[in-house]
């Protein structure tokens, strides 16, 4: 299986989810490790493995494995190898192609708000965990502090109201993929102001907390893009 990478998500301990496009059927794909395993910051291009947004990568054999809402998950059975590239101009193509207008078209009716700004489903409930929103107006950035540390979030439209929504796109952080960088915090939202289009990668992570009856599939924005012709890439600026 051969896809474009279209979201490197930061998670909670310095790991990475990846998610992308299947190159043959255009549908989104989560490649995952036998046995719920993790993909550690190595598996990024900028510490020699093969993920970066826009990169086509060949995942070699998989194996299905849908559970609600997760549809999109497939089990690696070989080791990914990068076979090349998008222009920016073809992955906004590829992301617009598919994107919806709001979130409950991506998600289903199951999305519901949780709490004053929160968004989510419960657990085992949600008919994708993966899409491309192309958000109905204006996209703000906050970064703000909270007991537990500093988190960055996305004014995001959710049918009449605006939610908050937490954003993982690992661009956003310093290289542990764990602490967000006021530069590159700066850069995107400065971005964002331009005025021009802008699309939303989308999902809803892991039901949290784990074994739990009341945990919630929350959403999160995964990654952010605009279509300025220019593919901001993780590893543009550590250099």
């Keep these: 299986m051969s896809f474009v ?6 998670m909670r301990d310095g790991h990475v989810c ?29 510490n020699g493995g093969a993920f970066e947004l826009g990169a086509v990568v060949d995942l070699g054999p998989t194996r299905p494995r849908p559970e609600q809402p997760e549809t999109e998950d497939v089990v690696l059975m070989g080791q990914p190898t990068r076979q090349g590239e998008l222009s920016p101009k073809e992955l906004w193509a590829l992301l ?21 700004r929160a ?26 502090e909270f007991e537990e540390g500093t988190k960055i979030k996305a004014t995001v ?16 952080f310093e290289a542990d993929c764990i602490t967000p960088s006021c530069v ?19 999902g809803l992570a892991r039901a949290w907390p784990v074994n739990d ?5 929350w959403l999160q924005v995964n990654g952010v893009f605009v279509n300025d ?11």
């Excluded at 617009?96 to 004053?116: H, M, Q, S, V, Y």
């Design 5 to 10: 990478v279209t979201q490197l998500t930061r």
């Design 18 to 46: 990846v998610a992308g496009i299947d190159t043959v059927t255009g549908k989104h794909v989560r490649p995952v490790l036998p046995g719920y395993g993790r993909f550690a910051a190595t598996s990024l291009a900028r």
């Design 96 to 116: 617009d192609r598919g994107a919806e207008g709001t979130l409950e078209a991506i998600f289903g009716p199951a999305l519901e708000k949780k709490g004053a």
């Design 119 to 144: 968004c989510g489903t419960a657990s085992g409930q949600g008919q994708a965990s993966l899409g491309v929103l192309r958000p109905a107006g204006p996209v703000r950035l906050q970064m703000l």
């Design 157 to 172: 439209p959710f049918g009449a109201e605006w939610i908050s929504v937490p954003v993982t796109d690992v661009r956003l």
């Design 184 to 202: 590159r915090f700066e850069r995107m939202s400065a971005m964002l102001s331009s005025g021009r289009s802008v699309l939303l990668a989308v």
């Design 213 to 217: 009856p009341t945990a919630v599939h």
């Design 229 to 239: 012709g220019v593919l901001w890439r993780d590893q543009d600026d550590r250099d």
